[in-house]
């Protein structure tokens, strides 16, 4: 005879405290089971012994039993029904604190079968005389079409929300907009089409304009934002309605609250577009700027966002903060994210006026110990030097003298924006070629010994000892980047097409390194066209090579127009700060970002690989210039999509169907062979070229032939440029 064990366990142990018979011994086992719940441990087996502490007159005790519930509702669907007599009972009770909270938490618990014991209690709650109530049930609205919108509309639920906008207290103004706002974006996000036509499209009108302007003053924060956002959607009917806005929604500038400030710096921004009385543009670009000052004595946190929306606001108006230069100065304990941020709003702030200002602090940040910070600083100055051509000397001259500090990565970012100058202002600062030179040895990163050299061959006619300048780097040929073994190929060819009696040697020793020992593809390509042009035609080599560039100039803005006014539409959202559109980075709809429907006009994936490798297929031999052509009459790219489907393979390709995929691909374009005919092969179209490249400097004076030269026996098949 087996004897049980006794049940033990703090589950065990809560239950039975949740069935005792003292009424403080059961609200105490409730507060545990919270805690319990909060932590993460899983009480959802007590859940019938929760629910039996429901009806209870301890409004404490009840508020965490709906906690509960709320939390595992999903997981104990059969059992919540249960609790539904005790919430349409408590949606009666005089208090209407009780009447609020059981609103709340049949909206939270999002359970079917609950949904249709929702609508009375709702309905009543609409019409409650107390505005408590009211402001939560119209936030219950919202909740309830995000789970069955068709129920909202049978009920005429959406009719009650329109109507309690007019409202009288304040805040039931705000949570009807609030969930309008809503149900609005759940609308047109499933239908982009905005049509007033749907019931859940909340249109603005003039007359609901007015009953939001009388509430904005009296809102909460939260209040003043969901009216705010409201009020950047509204079309203004004409420039006076536009001016009426603005004046009114001026006065949230002084919030507190930064995000009621940046929600009003939306509206302004939108209705200011329709403005026409200048001396208002001015006056309301005037009064912007004291509360974005004011945003920067924020946290960290706040403060890297309010700068980034403020970066967003100088590039539609530059004028915003002219005066204002100083604010944006990098305090000592600023994070390094808030500093960057801080120098880009004053290289766009930069004017006459303030450039000496700018210049001084920028140079002070230059001998900080963050690496970072230093390069970025350094940057500024010759974004700066670009941006205001009086200033140019004078930010040369700042940088020479951290040149002169041989601090090496002071010394190589200093070197970068000097080229970055020399391309804005050429032939103009040649007197600061030496020291840069002087500096050679102290370069070990690529970006740095790249700009050098390009200043090297850019002023090789001007460099007396260019050629022993760049012969070091051609030394180190091979072991150097990409970017380096590139820009100093070109380097040598500039130099040789100034000086072509002292580089001879030279270019022919870095175009037979970059042929023959260099595993880059660009750079041989780079190398076989500068070989080329240099043994036909140098006219053609100086033409290309030597091509007068224009100068560089900074933009103003970092987006497009067109994007900049919509994201001027987002202030003080994610979108403000990423400087990107919201599709970009949230979902569509409440499914996400995989929900998107593809439209019926465009081409299916498997279409659009079949038109590629048609598109492979027949592609023209782009190295045979007969006049002859090998595929007329044959379709071509989406023409041979059309035809080829007509195969069993490619139909199960196509519709998806298919056991093996890649066998049918193989099988399709099996057969297109027969299509191609006589297109020549790569090594005939290569053929006529044996005797061009027999002596490539041939003209120059020089007897060197390029890599891979053919015998006087080679086949005509054989590559000579050794790329196949």
């Not at 239950?15 to 932590?39: F, G």
Request: hydrophobic share 40%.
């Amino acid at each position: 005879m087996s004897i049980r064990a006794p049940r033990k366990g703090e589950n065990y142990e809560l239950s039975v405290d949740l069935n005792s018979e003292y009424r403080d011994k059961r609200k105490d086992a409730i507060k545990r089971v919270i805690a319990s719940m909060t932590v993460g441990k899983d009480v959802s087996g007590l859940f019938p012994d929760v629910l039996k502490n429901m009806q209870t007159d301890d409004l404490e005790q009840k508020k965490l039993v709906y906690l509960y519930l709320m939390n595992y509702a999903k997981t104990q669907p059969e059992l919540v029904i249960l609790a539904v007599n005790t919430f349409v009972k408590d949606s009666e009770d005089p208090n209407p604190l009780v009447r609020a909270l059981a609103i709340r938490t049949m909206g939270c618990l999002r359970a079917e079968k609950i949904i249709d014991y929702l609508c009375d209690p709702l309905q009543r709650a609409l019409r409650d005389d107390n505005p408590y109530v009211r402001k939560t049930a119209a936030l219950c609205v919202a909740k309830l079409y995000d789970l069955k919108p068709e129920l909202v509309i049978e009920n005429g639920f959406l009719d009650q929300l329109r109507d309690m906008i007019s409202d009288s207290n304040p805040m039931v103004v705000a949570n009807t907009v609030a969930a309008l706002t809503d149900i609005h974006i759940s609308a047109t996000s499933n239908q982009p089409s905005d049509s007033t036509s749907d019931p859940a499209v909340f249109s603005i009108t003039s007359a609901i304009l007015n009953k939001l302007l009388i509430a904005l003053n009296e809102c909460s924060e939260w209040g003043r934002v969901a009216i705010l956002n409201a009020l950047a959607r509204y079309d203004a009917t004409d420039d006076k309605e536009s001016e009426h806005i603005c004046e009114r929604v001026v006065p949230q500038f002084q919030h507190v609250n930064g995000s009621v400030v940046l929600a009003a710096m939306k509206v302004i921004m939108i209705h200011i577009r329709n403005v026409r009385r200048d001396d208002l543009v001015k006056q309301l670009i005037r009064k912007m700027a004291p509360p974005l000052v004011t945003l920067l004595s924020s946290p960290p946190e706040v403060q890297w966002v309010a700068l980034r929306n403020i970066n967003l606001l100088l590039q539609k108006r530059s004028d915003l903060l002219s005066n204002e230069m100083r604010v944006f100065f990098c305090k000592y304990n600023d994070p390094l994210y808030v500093k960057i941020e801080k120098l880009d709003i004053m290289v766009r702030l930069a004017s006459d006026s303030n450039v000496d200002a700018l210049l001084s602090e920028l140079k002070e940040y230059s001998s900080e110990v963050d690496v970072d910070f230093v390069r970025k600083s350094i940057k500024a100055i010759g974004q700066t030097a670009i941006l205001i051509e009086g200033a140019a000397e004078r930010c040369v001259n700042v940088l020479l003298e951290l040149i002169n500090t041989r601090v090496s990565y002071v010394v190589q970012e200093a070197v970068v924006v000097m080229k970055d100058i020399f391309r804005k202002y050429p032939s103009t600062y040649e007197g600061v070629i030496p020291t840069l030179c002087a500096n050679l040895e102290e370069l070990d990163e690529p970006e740095a010994k790249t700009s050098l050299i390009w200043i090297i061959g850019e002023y090789a006619d001007k460099i007396d000892n260019a050629d022993e300048l760049l012969g070091i780097f051609v030394d180190s040929f091979i072991e150097e980047s990409y970017q380096v073994q590139l820009q100093t190929l070109t380097a040598v060819v500039k130099l040789f097409l100034k000086k072509p009696d002292s580089s001879q040697g030279v270019v022919q020793r870095v175009l037979n390194t970059a042929t023959k020992d260099c595993d880059s593809p660009d750079v041989r390509d780079r190398a076989y066209i500068y070989w080329r042009l240099l043994s036909t035609d140098p006219g053609a080599a100086k033409a290309v090579v030597l091509a007068h560039r224009p100068p560089i100039s900074i933009p103003r803005t970092t987006v497009s127009p067109a994007l900049l006014e919509e994201l001027l539409g987002e202030i003080s959202s994610l979108a403000s700060v990423y400087h990107k559109p919201a599709q970009t980075f949230v979902g569509h709809g409440r499914v996400g970002a995989d929900s998107v429907q593809r439209k019926g006009s465009e081409i299916s994936d498997a279409q659009k690989a079949l038109q590629t490798v048609v598109a492979g297929q027949q592609a023209e031999n782009l190295l045979d210039f007969g006049d002859d052509s090998a595929h007329d009459g044959q379709p071509s790219g989406l023409a041979a999509t059309q035809i080829l489907p007509s195969t069993p393979a490619a139909a199960n390709f196509l519709s998806g169907t298919s056991a093996n995929p890649l066998d049918d691909l193989v099988s399709i374009f099996g057969g297109m062979e027969t299509m191609d005919t006589g297109a020549g092969s790569l090594s005939t179209a290569l053929s006529p070229t044996v005797t061009s490249l027999s002596s490539p400097f041939e003209g120059f004076g020089g007897s060197s032939a390029p890599p891979s030269q053919p015998a006087q026996n080679a086949q005509p098949q054989e590559d000579l440029l050794g790329l196949f």
